[in-house]
């Protein structure tokens, strides 16, 4: 097969050899890296849908709903806060109008 492509020039054949050693080993490459490349492509679906495991679509829901749970508790306990203040002030106005109006009399 050699004579066929480069009969009268060797160095040529050793070169041409070369090259489809060097392509078949390239696609060899090719497709280990495709290979390669689909498993890490399915380790990462597998880890965001779950795949009978909690992934990491579930993950984040049960994070977003916790830190709205914790908001509105906080906005809770900042209401009751206020309007405890606001009451407690209220009284003490009240108490001190009432101590005046006693001191009056």
């Avoid at 689909?38 to 993950?59: A, Y």
């Avoid at 914790?70 to 009240?94: D, E, M, N, P």
Wanted: with cysteine.
């Amino acid at each position: 097969m050699n004579e066929k492509i480069c009969p009268n020039q060797p160095q040529e054949c050793v070169f041409i050899e070369e090259m489809k050693s060097d392509i078949k080993e390239l696609k060899t490459l090719v497709r280990y890296n495709h290979i390669d490349t689909r498993n890490s492509l399915d380790k990462i679906t597998e880890s965001m849908i779950g795949n009978g495991k909690v992934g990491l679509k579930v993950q984040v829901d049960r994070l977003e709903n916790w830190t709205g749970t914790i908001k509105r508790l906080l906005w809770i306990i900042l209401t009751a806060i206020v309007v405890s203040g606001v009451g407690l002030s209220f009284a003490y106005q009240h108490n001190k109008s009432i101590t005046v109006q006693q001191e009056k009399k």
